[in-house]
């Protein structure tokens, strides 16, 4: 029997979050793993999960990127908030959140968006962005 083994979701989901304060903070992973002491490969790896980071590493991790180690596993896979099994809506809704905030555009957007400081302005700029797409949809 020959194939890769499937990371585990726990692991994609923490390494997804990794990445995401990574470019939150605009660190490359080149910059990450020189913290860390070793390759933008090996963290490229953690990122996607399919190597596990391990406990004393996620710890140095979180204090590079100044987070508690808790915010990586916010909206994983396997709990709801009331630590409740998930159906896999709240999964796949958490999973296409931290797809799109830590792709370039979700990033952009997301901070240019925190720069607006007039509530009003930031309503229509979410209305404008709903018409948008549901004429996409149509």
Do not use: C, W
Request: overall charge positive; aromatic content about 6%.
């Amino acid at each position: 029997m020959t194939g890769k083994k499937k990371p585990n979701p726990i692991d994609v989901h923490v390494g997804s979050r990794v990445r995401l304060r990574r470019m939150m903070m605009s660190m490359s992973q080149e910059k990450l793993g020189e913290q860390l002491g070793i390759t933008f490969q090996q963290v490229q790896k953690y990122e996607k999960g399919t190597n596990r980071i391990g406990a004393s590493r996620l710890q140095n991790i979180a204090e590079i990127l100044q987070v508690p180690v808790s915010f990586f596993f916010e909206g994983s896979p396997s709990e709801n908030t009331d630590g409740s099994k998930g159906d896999g809506f709240q999964e796949s809704s958490s999973s296409f959140m931290i797809e799109f905030l830590s792709s370039t555009e979700g990033l952009q957007l997301n901070r240019a968006f925190s720069r607006i400081n007039d509530a009003k302005v930031r309503r229509r700029i979410v209305e404008l962005v709903k018409t948008l797409a549901d004429d996409t949809v149509s």
